[in-house]
């Protein structure tokens, strides 16, 4: 039962993993972080995002134009270019880990304990991946809402609005948390001794071997 459990929870883990993992890197090249909707001209709309900013135009499509300087950026989009930069690293170290660790792999079979601290370690590396990418997702959140209930800003000036690059983000986190706890769980799980299972065979063996030796005739 143990190692249903196991395997499940590595499974589960590992899809939960890997959703978060793709969603994070989405969110680092999408480039609806915010959106800018002008209420003077309602044909246009514009993103901000952290490689470029977007107009979208219902007529001429969508026109995107990359930043000129990292320096020039706003702090909290410099940072969180750096943050969703690390949460991908800590991601795909974590899927690979975790992937040498699997209980099914025939890699490392023999190594029980190597395969467990594997999981545990991808586990951690998971957690990290989803916490370094919440932190730039609610940080870009927080100065927009603060940005938006300004009352130092003129009423007629626009506003900006929460992107669906955040929804993503934070998608992307909770899944890579959800992930790396549900391996942690799964290798952490009581797993049946190898001397256990070898003293009860060895227990079931015992009558039948007593049997044969009774029921061998004795030569003189």
Not at 4 to 23: E, K
Not at 106 to 118: A, D, S, T
Not at 127 to 142: C, E, K, M, Q, Y
Request: proline content about 4%; charged content about 15%.
């Amino acid at each position: 039962m143990a190692l249903v459990f196991r395997t499940v929870a590595q499974l589960v883990g590992l899809s939960f993993s890997l959703l978060g993992w793709i969603l994070s890197c989405l969110t680092t090249y999408l480039p609806q972080w915010k959106n800018l909707n002008l209420h003077l001209n309602e044909m246009e709309n514009w993103t901000m995002g952290l490689w470029r900013t977007c107009v979208i135009q219902e007529e001429g499509g969508m026109q995107c134009k990359d930043y000129d300087s990292f320096l020039a950026l706003p702090a909290e989009l410099r940072i969180s270019r750096i943050l969703m930069f690390l949460s991908n690293g800590f991601g795909i170290l974590g899927l690979l880990t975790s992937g040498f660790g699997l209980d099914y792999l025939r890699i490392g079979g023999g190594h029980r304990k190597l395969k467990k601290w594997l999981m545990i370690l991808g586990g951690i590396l998971l957690w990290l991946s989803g916490i370094t990418a919440l932190i730039p997702v609610s940080w870009v959140a927080h100065i927009t809402v603060q940005e938006f209930w300004d009352e130092t800003i003129p009423d007629i000036v626009p506003r900006w609005e929460f992107g669906n690059a955040l929804f993503v983000g934070w998608f992307a986190g909770f899944f890579l948390v959800i992930g790396g706890s549900i391996l942690n769980c799964g290798a952490c799980s009581t797993q049946t001794s190898p001397s256990f299972n070898h003293y009860t065979v060895a227990e079931i063996q015992d009558p039948s071997q007593n049997l044969e030796m009774k029921n061998t005739p004795v030569k003189i």
